[in-house]
């Protein structure tokens, strides 16, 4: 059974820096295609980064320049480091995998079949 656990989040100052990982159990993560997504209240959920079986990655608009998603396939862990935090970046952040088929639609939740918890990610000004 997939299970997938995230961890890192926290508040932190506008510009500062956070880490977040992602556990992953009951599959390969290098098998696979893993992907962070965020949230806010009364809104669906938002592609953040996504990184494929092969380590190719891609990042919403909105991060680029800022985070950077990575994994650890030893580890069997995924990680999304978060600089130049903005208030605007406050959000619960999803991880999720599903088996890889290319990014292409990475972006929409029904791409992946398997998600986290979520962690608390707080921005302030």
């Known amino acids: 059974q997939v299970q997938l656990v995230e961890s890192g989040g926290g508040s932190v100052q506008a510009g500062g820096s956070l880490r977040l990982s992602c556990g992953a159990s009951?599959?390969?993560?290098?098998?696979?295609?893993m992907a962070w997504f965020r949230q806010t209240p009364g809104k669906g959920r938002e592609g953040v980064a996504a990184?494929?079986?092969?380590?190719?990655?891609i990042y919403a608009d909105s991060v680029k320049g800022r985070f950077t998603i990575s994994k650890d396939n030893a580890k069997n862990t995924l990680y999304l480091q978060m600089n130049s935090l903005k208030p605007e970046d406050t959000a619960m952040y999803y991880c999720?995998?599903?088996?890889?088929?290319?990014?292409?639609?990475?972006?929409?939740?029904?791409?992946?079949?398997?998600w986290g918890q979520g962690t608390q990610v707080t921005v302030s000004s």
């Open positions: 999720a995998a599903d088996l890889s088929r290319g990014l292409m639609g990475w972006a929409t939740e029904s791409y992946f079949g398997y």
């Open positions: 009951g599959y390969t993560l290098s098998s696979y295609c």
């Open positions: 990184i494929d079986s092969d380590g190719s990655t």
